[in-house]
């Protein structure tokens, strides 16, 4: 648990997406790429935390970077930079790092947390990212300018990059290059499709599942899934799984 002052906080996407950058007076550095943190919006009327992933860390900063979808959002999005924000976290299971050469695919808001990823390998990982269409692409590019070796791009209507999902893209991408393991993070039918695409082609997929959460320490169960090892909490034995774990 930490109280944290907002540094940063604007909106930095055309359909609703914020940038919230947080001093919580403590080294960040050991984060793990795909772990989350429990936000209290600090109104006073929000009872439950919100469960938001890590987008970035470094030196005492933590960056989250959210959509405005509901309630607690909307109010989130009218807090100030100065203002005081309690934090629990980091909580959950991230990626593990163990490989060569890293393929990085997201798919609307599930791109920000490949974001700390991305940096922690340094360079040395491509992304693929897919949008519904080229507007929906003005925060994702700009974050990770050269902190990827290649971007590759699909929206849905074609406005940038090859029309259509990621996962109709993937399995090209895969043959031109020697991947040995792929991390996802998005809508759930885009990561199925990818894992499934993943597992023809013989290389190891991470998935970051996103499920409503109520306490983030695997206490309430709401968060519950069903996987090939029996039930498990995405907050506590998650977010990330290797994919044939929970696509099965």
Same mark, same amino acid.
């Given at each position: 648990m930490a109280d944290g002052v907002i540094k940063r906080h604007e909106k930095i996407g055309t359909n609703d997406v914020y940038l919230l950058d947080i001093d919580i007076s403590a080294n960040t550095e050991k984060f793990a790429a795909g772990q989350f943190v429990q936000l209290q919006v600090p109104d006073g009327e929000i009872l439950l935390r !919100?469960?938001?992933?890590?987008?970035?860390?470094?030196?005492?900063?933590l960056i989250l970077i959210y959509r405005v979808i509901g309630?607690?959002?909307? !109010?989130?999005?009218?807090?100030?930079?100065?203002?005081?924000?309690?934090?629990?976290?980091?909580?959950g299971n991230g990626f593990d790092l163990a490989c060569k050469k890293p393929l990085?695919?997201?798919?609307?808001?599930?791109?920000?947390?490949?974001?700390?990823?991305?940096?922690?390998?340094?360079?040395?990982?491509?992304?693929?990212?897919g949008c519904k269409n080229v507007e929906e692409m003005d925060w994702p590019l700009p974050l990770f300018k050269n902190i990827v070796k290649n971007t590759f791009i699909t929206t849905d209507d074609g406005s940038m990059g090859m029309r259509g999902f990621v996962s109709e893209y993937l399995p090209e991408i895969l043959t031109a290059e020697s991947y040995d393991?792929?991390?996802?993070?998005?809508?759930?039918?885009?990561? !199925?499709s990818s894992a499934e695409v993943a597992v023809r082609h013989g290389i190891i997929c991470e998935v970051s599942l996103e499920k409503r959460m109520a306490c983030g320490l695997g206490a309430c169960l709401s968060c519950t899934i069903e996987t090939k090892c029996g039930r498990k909490k995405v907050c506590k034995n998650g977010p990330v799984f290797e994919s044939r774990e929970v696509f099965f």
């Open positions: !919100r469960p938001l992933s890590i987008a970035d860390a470094a030196g005492s900063n309630k607690g959002t909307k !109010r989130l999005a009218k807090t100030s930079v100065g203002q005081k924000v309690s934090i629990m976290g980091p909580l990085l695919v997201g798919g609307g808001l599930g791109i920000a947390p490949l974001l700390l990823l991305a940096k922690r390998f340094a360079g040395k990982a491509d992304i693929l990212m393991k792929i991390f996802v993070c998005g809508p759930e039918i885009m990561m !199925r």
